[in-house]
Nanobody, 122 residues
Framework: QVQLVESGGGLVPAGGSLRLSCVASGSIFRINAMGWYRQAPGKQRELVAAITSRGTTNYADSVKGRFTISKDNAKNTVYLQMNSLKPEDTAVYYC????????????????WGQGTQVTVSS
């Protein structure tokens, strides 16, 4: 079993910054990719940013130039630095990980964190 624990959410004024962290723990053979999704009230969950094991990154157009995703392989941790926050960034942010788990053979699973609230006031 793999657990993802997020931290770093909160309330900030427009233009402010926050840094989200997500730590993966458990029976991890390899983390293939990690990412951040968000879901605002009444909207579908959407990809914010993702990073592969090789460091390739992908961002939603709405956050390009403002958000930066990074990782610390030694700590099985992914970060999301969010700058120039806007009220429309308000959402619950979820950590996501694509993990290989060894059970005689390797199996790939997708895990989700419990979510952390980010609220940007105007």
């Amino acid at each position: 079993q793999v657990q993802l624990v997020e931290s770093g959410g909160g309330l900030v004024p427009a233009g402010g910054s926050l840094r989200l962290s997500c730590v993966a723990s458990g029976s991890i053979f390899r983390i293939n990719a990690m990412g951040w999704y968000r879901q605002a009230p009444g909207k579908q969950r959407e990809l914010v940013a993702a990073i592969t094991s090789r460091g390739t990154t992908n961002y939603a157009d709405s956050v390009k130039g403002r958000f930066t995703i990074s990782k610390d392989n030694a700590k099985n941790t992914v970060y999301l630095q969010m700058n120039s926050l806007k009220p429309e960034d308000t959402a619950v942010y979820y950590c996501n990980a694509d993990v290989s788990v060894e059970k005689i053979y390797l199996y790939d699973y997708t895990y989700w964190g419990q979510g952390t609230q980010v609220t940007v006031s105007s």
